[in-house]
Nanobody, 127 residues
Framework: QVHVVESGGGSVQAGGSLRLSCVASGHSYIGFCMAWFRQAPGTDREGVAVIATGVGGGGTYYGESVKGRFTISQENAENTVYLQMNSLKPDDTAVYYC??????????????????WGQGTQVTVSS
């Protein structure tokens, strides 16, 4: 039912910045979680950042490898989420995916249980 679309990927030099966007449409949930994941060739999927909306209040959570460099945020409409990526490194090269799940009561959002996924957007960081 929920359609998730990412955009903003591209190629950038090491040390540069890039901003990804994600739009989740087709839902009217009171509370929900949206997250960014990434996957490089031959590696496991890695959680990047999470943002919570609705019941239980808002909040953010980051993977250790990007903490301090990446920032997740959302517009007032609360169906558009951004990932601001600064100080990019070649190790950040991956396909980045946006994901969505319903949030019930006051349970915190984490990297588990996402049910709707975008197609992914490629981020390439060169030396």
């Amino acid at each position: 039912q929920v359609h998730v679309v990412e955009s903003g990927g591209g190629s950038v030099q090491a040390g540069g910045s890039l901003r990804l966007s994600c739009v989740a449409s087709g839902h009217s949930y009171i509370g929900f979680c949206m997250a960014w994941f990434r996957q490089a060739p031959g590696t496991d999927r890695e959680g990047v950042a999470v943002i919570a909306t609705g019941v239980g209040g808002g909040g953010t959570y980051y993977g250790e490898s990007v903490k301090g460099r990446f920032t997740i945020s959302q517009e007032n409409a609360e169906n558009t989420v951004y990932l601001q990526m600064n100080s990019l490194k070649p190790d950040d090269t991956a396909v980045y995916y946006c994901a969505f799940r319903e949030r019930l009561w006051r349970i915190a959002c984490d990297f588990n249980g996402y049910t709707y996924w975008g197609q992914g957007t490629q981020v390439t960081v060169s030396s």
